[in-house]
């Protein structure tokens, strides 16, 4: 019984062969190849931070900073006059919250092994949060979720 296991000297018709195939006919021979538009790769960018939920009412806003990788937690514009009271700032410190006077934002780390953890907390205590709020303001509260 043979071997059917080649050697170097032993070729196919196939190997020999120096035939190419032509490439289909462009309908359109202004446009590029696909391997042309390989490299041309467009990126769509998300906005960073990105706003994850709005209470215009109480003037609290959710952010997620991918860049910055932190959660965060704005009111109003930032200014004196918007800040919250001592017990939503006490909530804020008691989640692990700290103030971040550049960016004038309550700012809580997204870390690699809790980030999904981070991110439900995050919603949970802008709910919470956004309710204080509304409350001391004295704005009427619905079941409605800003989501």
Do not use: C
Not at 52 to 60: C, E, M, P, S, Y
Not at 99 to 120: L, Q, Y
Request: avoid cysteine.
């Amino acid at each position: 019984m043979s071997s059917r296991k080649r050697t170097p000297d032993q070729e196919t018709p196939a190997e020999t062969s120096t035939a190419t195939a032509e490439p289909p006919a462009a309908a359109n021979d202004n446009q590029p190849s696909f391997a042309e538009r390989v490299g041309q790769l467009k990126r769509i960018t998300a906005p960073d931070p990105y706003e994850i939920a709005l209470d215009t009412g109480a003037g609290v806003r959710l952010f997620e900073s991918k860049r910055d990788r932190q959660m965060a937690i704005k009111f109003g514009e930032g200014r004196p006059e918007d800040k919250p009271s001592q017990a939503v700032i006490d909530k804020l410190k008691e989640a692990g919250y700290r103030w971040n006077p550049m960016d004038k934002i309550w700012a809580h780390p997204v870390r690699d092994g809790s980030a999904m953890s981070t991110r439900i907390e995050a919603e949970r205590l802008y709910q919470e949060i956004r309710q204080m709020v509304r409350q001391e303001k004295g704005i009427e509260t619905s079941q409605e979720i800003p989501f």
